[in-house]
């Protein structure tokens, strides 16, 4: 039997769209599992850990939005395993990197790069890990999902002023389920000084932290995307930004400041390399501002300065 053209035409489309929605997850997460410290056990459950790991954070959908294979939101996850306390029970830490294109070129920019030390988990091997946003079910999966809305929130914060808040409320509604759980890094008092997931959510959404968000955004749309066509621009829109955390920094509105401090880690080198060639005049202002708000790298940001 023969097919009408507009038949054909709309089994076509209804191919395309069941294609697109087959990309439609928001992640493109490499995941790795490292136990080389633990001794003497199965070694094929680290492999199916992997395996589950990374089935869960890009085959789960995260959010209400289409995204297309080309839009999803590159990150790594590496989950180094220091200890095996039971045969189901492990401790170690999770390192969560991410990164953002930038316009018109093949150069992808780090946003996340940090490592959480407060990880403990149990794992059944063969038994599905399943998300329910509304409860606590487990550590692992409770802290791949807080740190999945918390990768989302800051991609969309990069494209649009605070564009990320729904999904860093939803991080904050996994910390908030978490306030019973035995592991530690959900509660105000875990970890040292204060940096963990309860503070990093609590940060990113309190309104004394606004313009780092701000500065995401300044940063990636005004500075960096417009880097290849425009680099003069670029710069003094980036040395603009960067005042937006120099005012944070100077209020302190806690003694910590975790949230910026994780910001500026992620672009400290990246920071280097976009002033070394600038003019001497750029090259003062943009160490002034870098050795103030990030006082530990000061010997890094002198290095602007070692080209002329």
Not at 120 to 131: A, H, K, T, W
Not at 266 to 283: G, H, R
Request: negative net charge; glycine residues 4%; aromatic residues 12%.
């Amino acid at each position: 039997m023969k097919l009408s053209r507009n038949l054909k035409y709309l089994l076509l489309l209804q191919l395309m769209l069941i294609s697109e929605m087959a990309h439609s997850q928001e992640l493109n997460c490499n995941v790795q599992i490292s136990a080389q410290k633990i001794q003497g056990s199965n070694r094929q459950v680290f492999q199916s850990m992997q395996k589950d790991v990374y089935e869960f954070m890009n085959n789960t959908i995260w959010t209400n939005s289409i995204y297309s294979y080309s839009e999803r939101v590159d990150c790594s996850i590496l989950i180094n395993l220091t200890d095996q306390l039971s045969a189901d029970q492990f401790t170690g830490t999770i390192q969560v990197q991410m990164s953002r294109p930038v316009f018109n070129t093949t150069y992808n920019s780090t946003m996340l790069n940090f490592i959480d030390n407060s990880f403990q988990f149990r794992y059944v091997e063969f038994q599905p890990l399943e998300f329910n946003p509304g409860v606590y079910t487990s550590n692992l999966v409770s802290v791949l999902a807080y740190y999945a809305y918390i990768i989302i929130g800051f991609d969309n914060d990069s494209f649009s002023p605070e564009g990320g808040t729904q999904f860093f409320q939803l991080a904050e509604k996994i910390v908030t389920n978490a306030q019973n759980a035995p592991e530690p890094g959900w509660k105000p008092y875990d970890g040292s000084r204060n940096r963990n997931r309860y503070w990093l959510v609590k940060n990113i959404l309190d309104k004394e932290y606004e313009g780092v968000r701000n500065f995401v955004y300044e940063y990636d749309i005004n500075g960096l995307d417009l880097m290849e066509s425009k680099i003069g621009e670029a710069r003094t829109n980036i040395v603009e930004s960067l005042k937006l955390i120099q005012d944070i920094f100077r209020k302190k509105p806690d003694p910590f400041l975790y949230y910026m401090q994780l910001v500026i880690d992620a672009k400290s080198d990246e920071l280097v390399n976009i002033f070394t060639d600038a003019f001497p005049e750029e090259k003062s202002r943009v160490i002034q501002v870098l050795t103030e708000i990030d006082p530990a790298n000061k010997s890094k940001y002198e290095k602007i300065n070692a080209t002329n």
